[in-house]
């Protein structure tokens, strides 16, 4: 209670954003709720401490301690993601962005060829976008999805590997609903040599439970955060085979990064052992369940979604049909007491300001408790309120109301 003695202006404010946690739908793809373990963690006295470099080679005093944090969550992310034994693990990265970026900074010369998805159409900043550093750094070449079917292309993937000879191939997604062949990913990198890297920063808890298929039996590279789908604290893990271990952790420190962030760490490991539990796999698949739930009764509703449906745990809708952009429809809902984020859809005539469509996902709802009958009712109230904008006071309302049925986790 000290915060709120001493500084209450701050408490005050961290206490409305729980409230706002509390009585909202929290439908932002890449949000969840973390436990009250991964909370004590975080604001915990191992924020105290400088730790630089790694495990039993550090370059301050100590950090025996530390050593063992470090240590027993790179041991509980092995076993998270049942890696082989000639796998490594950088649990050091800051977040998503930054182990992008490490990764391609121990695997790739300035300039080098990189394919990755375009950001259009579902991939992400750090995948060679030409406002982030990463397009600026090396010659990105996108591929996309069908304009056809909203789904990858593996033929076309392929012949663009063969045209342009890439040094890496990413696959990996920030707004793509459905599952990611990763095999096939592999045997177009070995076809013309390539590097093959996941960024599976979406799914690493969907894959880490197994119910979506996992690149790590076929790739050299994979990168994830480590909130998400997983659950867990604010940052990331590279995990790789053991011939890159060497260039990535030179990456990553001292190439990009300072002191590791000790406190988060920890968390990961309190993360990565819930990921192990029953529960945990139980959460995955009701994840996955209720986001297909959640996509057949939008359609009911005539929503348009993006390859037609979802097979992990997010959903993109265009809004065309609807006579409203993502942004409006973005602040109308929030107004009801929805949040989710305005997102382009492939082949978007709008502007990225302005785009056609919304983003959304289940991860953090079902955190909450809530499964198929509650996904209906949520497609029956974002319905209402686009179809009906004057009734967004009585929707956030009702949505107060239904969210105290559900406590969140950690509020």
């Known amino acids: 209670m000290s915060l709120?003695?001493?500084?209450?202006?701050?408490?005050?404010?961290i206490e409305k954003e729980r409230k706002r946690q509390v009585e909202v739908l929290e439908l932002i793809a890449s949000e969840n709720y973390v436990s009250d373990e991964v909370l004590e963690a975080l604001g915990s006295v191992l924020t105290n401490k400088?730790?630089?470099?790694?495990?039993?080679?550090?370059?301050?005093?100590?950090?025996?301690?530390?050593?063992?944090?470090?240590?027993?969550?790179?041991?509980?992310?092995?076993?998270?993601?049942?890696?082989?034994?000639?796998?490594?693990v950088n649990v050091q990265p800051y977040s998503g962005?930054?182990?992008?970026?490490?990764?391609?900074?121990?695997?790739?010369?300035?300039?080098?060829?990189?394919?990755?998805?375009?950001?259009?159409?579902?991939?992400?900043?750090?995948?060679?976008?030409?406002?982030?550093?990463?397009?600026?750094?090396?010659n990105f070449v996108h591929y996309g999805v069908s304009e056809k079917t909203g789904k990858l292309d593996y033929l076309e993937i392929l012949k663009m590997a063969d045209r342009v000879k890439p040094k890496?191939?990413?696959?990996?997604?920030?707004?793509?609903?459905?599952?990611?062949?990763?095999?096939?990913?592999?045997?177009?990198?070995d076809k013309v040599g390539a590097i093959s890297m996941a960024d599976i920063s979406h799914i690493g808890g969907l894959i880490a439970a197994g119910v979506h298929p996992s690149p790590i039996p076929f790739f050299d590279v994979v990168t994830t955060t480590t909130h998400k789908t997983l659950r867990g604290p604010r940052?990331?893990?590279i995990m790789c085979k053991d011939k890159y271990a060497t260039a990535i952790d030179k990456a990553v420190f001292p190439g990009m990064q300072g002191g590791p962030h000790e406190n988060a760490i920890a968390g990961i490991a309190t993360a990565m052992k819930e990921v192990k539990t029953n529960s945990f796999r139980k959460y995955a698949e009701q994840v996955v369940k209720n986001c297909r739930a959640l996509?057949?009764?939008?359609?009911?509703?005539?929503?348009?979604?993006v390859s037609g449906g979802t097979d992990n745990h997010l959903i993109l809708i265009d809004l065309t049909n609807k006579n409203i952009g993502g942004k409006d429809a973005q602040k109308l809902l929030e107004s009801a007491?929805?949040?989710?984020?305005?997102?382009?859809?492939?082949?978007d005539k709008r502007s990225p300001f302005d785009p056609s469509g919304v983003r959304l996902g289940?991860?953090?709802?079902?955190?909450?408790?809530?499964?198929?009958?509650?996904?209906?009712?949520?497609a029956s109230w974002m319905a209402a309120v686009i179809t009906d904008p004057s009734v967004a006071e009585k929707v956030r309302g009702e949505i107060k109301r239904f969210t105290k049925n559900f406590p969140a986790p950690g509020l």
Request: proline fraction near 5%.
């Open 337 to 347: 007491g929805i949040v989710l984020n305005m997102n382009m859809v492939p082949f």
């Open 235 to 237: 940052g990331a893990i």
């Open 168 to 189: 890496m191939i990413v696959s990996g997604f920030t707004a793509y609903p459905r599952e990611i062949d990763f095999k096939k990913f592999k045997e177009i990198a």
């Open 362 to 378: 289940t991860a953090a709802i079902t955190s909450r408790g809530m499964k198929e009958k509650e996904m209906s009712k949520i």
């Open 97 to 138: 962005s930054p182990a992008n970026v490490e990764a391609y900074f121990a695997l790739l010369q300035p300039s080098d060829t990189v394919m990755a998805m375009d950001l259009a159409n579902g991939g992400h900043l750090t995948h060679g976008s030409k406002v982030n550093v990463t397009g600026k750094t090396y």
């Open 295 to 305: 996509a057949h009764a939008l359609q009911d509703f005539g929503f348009k979604l």
């Open 50 to 88: 400088y730790a630089e470099g790694y495990p039993r080679k550090r370059y301050y005093a100590g950090n025996e301690v530390i050593d063992q944090v470090e240590e027993l969550a790179i041991e509980r992310v092995k076993e998270a993601f049942n890696l082989p034994i000639d796998w490594h």
């Open 4 to 13: 709120k003695l001493n500084d209450p202006q701050l408490y005050d404010l």
